[in-house]
């Protein structure tokens, strides 16, 4: 890599004093000469450099760049150059692992599990590698965790009628199912059906490894956690996100979006209690902020409570994502509007 902005350098001499910014121009100047041009062109594959310094696109460019897109290489000097040393790094990282991992793991609550595991996946055709797993027990990972109104949680799961706990898809939602499960809360949630098979069974095998039970999302399962929330369970929904027909229009940042019944529906079927809970990254790890509870109003129909209760979890997913939006990433449709289709 340094042959190459050497390479494209534009040497002068100098006379006088040195000028720093005139330099580090030069600089830039050589990395950018390395861009590639604008144009068509179909990806093959990507690389997590090319995940982390994306040329300011989403993963949804990256995806639909597989079939055919217009690549703009927008990056600057320094997008450029962590790419160019990613690979760079990788290596170095893998040889400091291999010459101190007898002695860089031995303590009490980190473990080393596996080094440099290749990624990989067919469509789309993604290949990658971690560099590490490590293992952490109950304190480290309490260590990492910071909470807010955490005895809405643990008050509810301890009155023993459950706790139903919906959630918008923000910050590491594993790391604070793990905290749960570490402090002896079995966390009960579902998963929609992934494809290819292989990719959705490895999802499963490493969230029932942290102790979590988690049920293959179909139309029985309303039954199953009803059934366990009357057994005192706690059960974690996903909730900010259903454009089937069972969605629910709800009101969100001034527009409409379509949310999920389950959380209000089992509340209003069951006795158990109903919060929100909202996961933001820190500098340590993550920060849970609990909310509610929200009282369910069983004089009403059905269909009117679960509409209403529904409309009060957007607002408050609402409060919660405005006060650190960074750490909420979806990345797929959520709002309505004129070329919306009902999912089936």
Excluded at 91 to 117: G, Y
Excluded at 135 to 149: C, L, P
Excluded at 256 to 284: C, Q
Aim: aromatic fraction near 10%; include cysteine.
């Amino acid at each position: 890599m340094a042959r190459d902005i050497v390479k494209n350098l534009k040497f002068k001499k100098y006379e006088g004093k040195f000028d720093v910014a005139e330099f580090a121009k030069m600089l830039d100047d050589a990395y950018l000469a390395t861009k590639r041009p604008d144009g068509e062109m179909t990806k093959k594959s990507f690389s997590p450099s090319s995940f982390g310094y994306g040329h300011g696109n989403c993963p949804r460019y990256w995806y639909m760049a597989f079939s055919g897109a217009y690549f703009i290489d927008s990056n600057d000097a320094q997008g450029i150059a962590n790419m160019k040393y990613g690979t760079e790094a990788h290596e170095r990282l893998q040889n400091l692992i291999k010459s101190q991992s007898s002695d860089l793991f031995k303590t009490n609550s980190m473990n080393q599990v596996q080094t440099e595991i290749e990624i990989t996946n067919d469509y789309p055709p993604i290949r990658g590698f971690i560099d590490l797993v490590i293992d952490w027990d109950s304190e480290e990972v309490s260590k990492s965790v910071e909470t807010k109104r955490e005895e809405l949680l643990l008050d509810s799961f301890a009155s023993g009628n459950g706790v139903i706990v919906a959630l918008p898809h923000a910050g590491n939602w594993d790391h604070a199912g793990l905290y749960f499960c570490s402090k002896g809360i079995q966390v009960n949630t579902v998963a929609e059906h992934l494809k290819p098979e292989r990719l959705f069974r490895k999802f499963l095998k490493h969230r029932e490894s942290m102790g979590m039970s988690v049920l293959d999302l179909n139309a029985q399962v309303i039954n199953e956690l009803e059934s366990r929330l009357k057994k005192g369970a706690l059960v974690a929904l996903v909730a900010d996100r259903d454009l089937s027909k069972s969605g629910v229009t709800v009101n969100f940042f001034n527009g409409k979006a379509r949310m999920p019944a389950g959380p209000a529906l089992l509340a209003y079927r069951t006795n158990a209690v109903l919060i929100t809970a909202f996961v933001s990254y820190t500098k340590k790890g993550i920060q849970i902020d609990f909310s509610g509870p929200f009282k369910v109003e069983k004089r009403e129909s059905e269909s009117s409570e679960v509409t209403r209760l529904t409309q009060e979890l957007s607002l408050q997913f609402e409060k919660d994502i405005s006060r650190a939006a960074t750490s909420w990433h979806m990345q797929q449709r959520i709002f309505i509007d004129e070329d919306f289709q009902v999912r089936s």
